[in-house]
């Protein structure tokens, strides 16, 4: 399995980006029962949670910082997790990372993205 991550790059403040990961080696029915997530970290500081999406409904989760502005969704049919991020801060600033955890009845592995980096001017 590996996970592709894409669609980082520089943007204004104000901008908005969308972060794409694509999962290879893995079959539809894994992906879409495995949860999901974005993380960010900039160095010296822990990669943290930036949204997630649940396998077993699609419910969602965001960190404060980024509700209302980010939004998590997936597509099956491509095997791809996407981050939409709107009116973006120089804050966001980051390298981002994709996750995608198989259930515990497929083992429970944790996968990880090589990050993509954002970067927002002021």
């Known amino acids: 399995v590996q996970l592709q991550a894409s669609g980082g790059g520089l943007v204004q403040a104000g901008g908005s980006l969308r972060l794409s990961c694509r999962a290879s080696?893995?079959?539809?029915?894994?992906?879409?029962?495995?949860?999901m997530g974005w993380y960010r970290q900039t160095p010296g500081n822990q990669r943290e949670l930036v949204a997630s999406i649940t396998g077993r409904d699609g419910s969602t989760n965001y960190a404060d910082s980024v509700k209302g502005r980010f939004v998590i969704s997936r597509d099956g049919s491509r095997k791809t997790v996407y981050l939409h991020m709107n009116g973006l801060r120089p804050e966001d600033t980051s390298v981002y990372y994709c996750?995608?955890?198989?259930?515990?009845?497929?083992?429970?592995?944790?996968?990880w993205g090589q990050g993509t980096l954002v970067t927002v001017s002021s």
């Open positions: 080696g893995m079959i539809t029915s894994s992906f879409v029962s495995s949860d």
């Open positions: 996750n995608i955890k198989y259930p515990p009845a497929i083992g429970g592995t944790d996968y």
